[in-house]
């Protein structure tokens, strides 16, 4: 669901950015409503609902004919919501579009269609000369507030091209006007002096989530690898694919995931620019997915165009009668993912052809079927998918044949050899022993607790503190487990 909004926020961008650039343009009015979902009329929706989606109208009738009941924490007190959309309902986006629908057909009707407008939720944008504009700003403070649409001048900004400057200060008094540019859906529209500054804006934010990754990856790594690809590097991606030219921008982001994130969750001081360049990889052709963002977002950009053309072009036109063509629009989903997976496929090859023959061939183990199904797993502790720190550090210097860090581990093992990867797999005081006797271990205590056996406890893996800050050493007293020449005997910390 998220993607497919995403998607849709890509559209408004795209096509509002292809409507500032046309000639006659002169500028682009952005319009933010106040508490906008919360303001919905909610009656008047309803009601109109019947009419612009008669689909949708029976669940939301059932959903929204009596008022919400919000109940607050710690209190019997109960609000009851009678106007607007319910927090956190998914259907929320879709009642809200359709109870504005009304709203957006008498703006175009008292405008003739001129100046272009595009309705994202309660972002608004209207586009063309500056006297079109005028009378559209006006038709939406008017009718607006009737569908519990409210605009708020304060938040709504005027893009204006340099020539056309002076005279949008003489005719628009209320609201924020510029003429170098302005942030719009995670995007930005407006001159490349103003660009630059954005995403300049947007990095300061972005290292800061990155320093924060770094820190949670000290303690528990895999966290912070699956927060940073399913959660962090979305914000950067959304800029690269709606926004051309940022490729160079976006030097200093890939610099800082070189430098400090990628050590951080590998458990590395330096990561050579040749591995930098193997885990930009995704999982399947055996890299880690940490995309070198300043390398595909020329590529990520022109399959955004490619995916969003047809609704792009609607949008431009103003064409309310348009469908989706939905055997064009899959083959048209295939052509990119075939681009995108003939790129990994190129940067693969160019990666092997400067690899020796042990690098080649743990690319290749790597990159079988299966081989990263750990890795792209969500850490979810209930189903046993998540590993401690040593456990995914050295998981990672197993797929790329790297040095174990001597974290926990002896660097001699007790049978006197070098305690290296092949040792810890074959050695016989070791290795595959102590995994079959924790099996053993581990089975016996699951029976006991099937048993319903009472305080049935496994000996946990203690692992050494490095880094870590813990708030008290003795802030609560529990039950601890002594091992004396054989026998276990309970104590207490």
């Not at 924020?176 to 930005?188: P, W």
């Not at 055996?286 to 595909?296: D, V």
């Not at 063509?325 to 075939?338: G, L």
Request: net charge negative; hydrophobic share 35%.
């Amino acid at each position: 669901r998220n993607h497919e909004r995403q998607k849709e926020a890509v559209v408004s961008t795209q096509s509002t950015g292809k409507i500032y650039e046309d000639e006659e343009t002169e500028a682009i009015l952005l319009v933010d409503a106040e508490n906008a979902f919360n303001s919905l009329n909610r009656e008047a929706a309803i009601n109109n609902l019947q009419y612009t989606c008669p689909e949708f109208f029976k669940y939301i009738l059932n959903t929204y004919r009596e008022p919400g009941e919000l109940h607050v924490c710690n209190s019997e007190e109960t609000i009851y919501s009678e106007e607007g959309t319910t927090q956190g309902d998914t259907s929320a986006m879709a009642m809200y579009a359709c109870g504005l629908m009304p709203l957006i057909d008498t703006l175009k009707e008292g405008t003739k269609g001129i100046p272009k407008q595009i309705f994202y939720a309660d972002d608004a944008a209207g586009a063309g000369k500056l006297e079109y504009i005028a009378k559209w700003w006006e038709d939406i403070k008017k009718h607006g507030p009737g569908y519990g649409y409210f605009p708020k001048p304060s938040k709504s900004w005027l893009i204006v091209k340099s020539q056309y400057f002076e005279k949008a200060k003489e005719m628009f008094q209320d609201v924020q006007i510029t003429d170098v540019g302005h942030r719009y859906l995670g995007s930005y529209i407006g001159s490349e002096t103003g660009l630059s500054n954005f995403v300049n804006e947007e990095m300061d934010s972005w290292k800061k989530d990155i320093e924060g990754l770094c820190k949670v990856a000290l303690s528990e790594p895999q966290l912070a690898y699956s927060a940073f690809i399913y959660g962090t590097s979305k914000r950067w991606n959304f800029v690269a694919r709606t926004t051309p030219g940022v490729s160079e921008l976006l030097r200093p982001l890939e610099y800082m995931i070189k430098e400090a994130f990628v050590p951080a969750i590998v458990g590395k001081q330096y990561i050579p620019d040749k591995l930098r360049e193997i885990f930009a990889l995704p999982a399947r052709y055996g890299g880690l997915g940490i995309n070198n963002i300043q390398e595909t977002a020329e590529l990520e950009y022109t399959n955004s165009i490619q995916v969003t053309a047809s609704l792009t072009e609607a949008l431009y036109s103003q064409d309310s009668t348009f469908e989706v063509d939905d055997r064009a629009h899959k083959e048209i989903m295939k052509d990119v993912d075939r681009r995108k997976q003939d790129h990994f496929k190129s940067a693969k090859l160019k990666i092997v052809a400067e690899c020796t023959e042990n690098q080649v061939r743990q690319l290749e183990l790597a990159s079988e079927k299966g081989a990263s199904s750990w890795l792209t797993s969500l850490p979810l502790k209930e189903y046993g998918f998540l590993l401690n720190k040593q456990e995914f550090h050295d998981a990672i210097a197993l797929r790329y044949n790297l040095t174990l860090t001597d974290l926990n581990r002896p660097r001699t093992c007790e049978c006197g050899e070098v305690n290296n990867i092949n040792h810890c797999l074959t050695c016989k005081l070791g290795g595959y022993i102590a995994l079959r006797h924790d099996a053993i271990k581990e089975t016996t205590a699951n029976l006991l607790k099937e048993a319903g056996c009472r305080d049935v406890q496994s000996e946990p893996l203690l692992i050494n503190i490095t880094t870590e800050q813990f708030p008290g050493v003795l802030d609560a007293v529990r039950p601890g487990i002594y091992r004396y020449k054989g026998f276990e005997s309970p104590s207490k910390v």
